[in-house]
Nanobody
Framework: QVQLVESGGGLVQAEASLRLSCAASGRSVRLYAVGWFRQAPGKEREFVAALRWSAGLTSYADSVKGRFTVSGDNAKNTVYLQMNSLKPEDTAVYYC???????????????WGQGTQVTVSS
């Protein structure tokens, strides 16, 4: 059984940093694609970043490129999303997801965490 647990969200001021964690069990994240997505109230879930660990691939949405970094820790079977220079428009619930296909589409991911709230005040 696959379980993904996100943590690290919170309330911060603009320009602050947060690091989100996605701890996986039941699958090795190194063997799968891991995506980070976010959903703000009244908006659709949108792609943030993706990691294909085994291929050394990363991908970012234009809105976060240069500010966010996705990485992994094999020993902890955990993927991180380091978020710097946060903006109020980054406010959303952030989800990590696991899938076999490296993609920006949420439809390609099979397993999802419960989400963690990130709120950025101006």
């Amino acid at each position: 059984q696959v379980q993904l647990v996100e943590s690290g969200g919170g309330l911060v001021q603009a320009e602050a940093s947060l690091r989100l964690s996605c701890a996986a069990s039941g699958r090795s994240v190194r063997l799968y694609a891991v995506g980070w997505f976010r959903q703000a109230p009244g908006k659709e879930r949108e792609f943030v970043a993706a990691l294909r660990w085994s291929a050394g691939l990363t991908s970012y949405a234009d809105s976060v490129k240069g500010r966010f970094t996705v990485s992994g820790d094999n020993a902890k079977n955990t993927v991180y999303l380091q978020m710097n220079s946060l903006k109020p428009e980054d406010t959303a619930v952030y989800y990590c997801a696991l899938g076999t296909r490296y993609s920006r589409s949420p439809n390609e991911y099979d397993f999802w965490g419960q989400g963690t709230q990130v709120t950025v005040s101006s």
